[in-house]
């Protein structure tokens, strides 16, 4: 079964950074795009930056020239250095990706959450 395991959240003030990573486990043959969405209490989740096996890299335009994301292929690992953060990035910070799981279809996978709150 697969797993996907974010860790690197907490209480940070205005200005300041945290760097959250997100472990793939369980027995996966690839992994293709991998993610970080968000979602703030009372809105909807949505996505802050997105990278595909091969490096690209896709930001909401809210996190660009802030937050950089990154992968380890070796560690089945996606991170996300996230930089000058400020109140409006207080939330749920969830990883995904899509996931071939040895003998299965690939598909979607979440992450249960990691809280991130910006205190101003």
């Known amino acids: 079964q697969v797993q996907l395991v974010e860790s690197g959240g907490g209480l940070v003030q205005a200005g300041g950074s945290l760097r959250l990573s997100c472990a793939a486990s369980g027995s996966i043959t690839s992994i293709h795009t991998m993610s970080w969405y968000r979602q703030a209490p009372g809105k909807q989740r949505n996505l802050v930056a997105a990278i595909t096996s091969g490096g690209t890299t896709n930001y909401a335009d809210s996190v660009k020239g802030r937050f950089t994301i990154s992968r380890d292929n070796a560690k089945n690992t996606v991170y996300l250095q996230m930089n000058s953060l400020n109140a409006e990035d207080t939330a749920v910070y969830y990883c995904?990706?899509?996931?071939?799981?040895?003998?299965?279809?690939?598909?979607?996978?979440w992450g249960k959450g990691t809280l991130v709150t910006v205190s101003s």
């Open positions: 995904n990706g899509y996931i071939y799981a040895t003998g299965y279809y690939g598909k979607y996978y």
